[in-house]
């Protein structure tokens, strides 16, 4: 059974960085594509960047976050910098079946808890 579990959520300042890590077992890790989702309060849950064969961003995270993956570790990471009162939200992570990278949210079959971002003005 793929498990998924994310870490590294905080309270931060507008400018801060965070970087937040899903440990994930039960599946062979580097034949899945890994996505980062996040869902602000009252919004539906969007896209920010995965990576397989090749990575995917959201426009709102170009330049500002970087997906990376340690296959020997089984754990995807996502590096924040230069976050704003905007990026708040519960960040998810999830696995999808193929090394193929796509921005579509039931394209991904497994999904974590999610973890706490916040970000102060």
């Known amino acids: 059974q793929v498990q998924l579990v994310e870490s590294g959520g905080g309270l931060v300042p507008a400018g801060g960085s965070l970087t937040l890590s899903c440990a994930a077992s039960?599946?062979?890790?580097?034949?899945?594509?890994m996505g980062w989702f996040r869902q602000a309060p009252g919004k539906e849950r969007e896209f920010v960047a995965a990576?397989?064969?090749?990575?995917v961003y959201a426009d709102s995270a170009k330049g500002r976050f970087t997906i990376s993956r340690d296959n020997a570790k089984n754990t995807v990471y996502l590096q924040m910098n230069s976050l704003k009162p905007v990026d708040t939200a519960v960040y998810y992570c999830?696995?999808?079946?193929?090394?193929?990278?796509?921005?579509?949210?039931?394209?991904?079959?497994?999904w974590g808890q999610g973890t706490q971002v916040t970000v102060s003005s």
């Open positions: 999830a696995a999808r079946t193929s090394s193929v990278v796509t921005m579509t949210e039931v394209a991904y079959s497994y």
């Open positions: 039960g599946h062979t890790f580097s034949a899945y594509a």
């Open positions: 990576a397989g064969l090749g990575t």
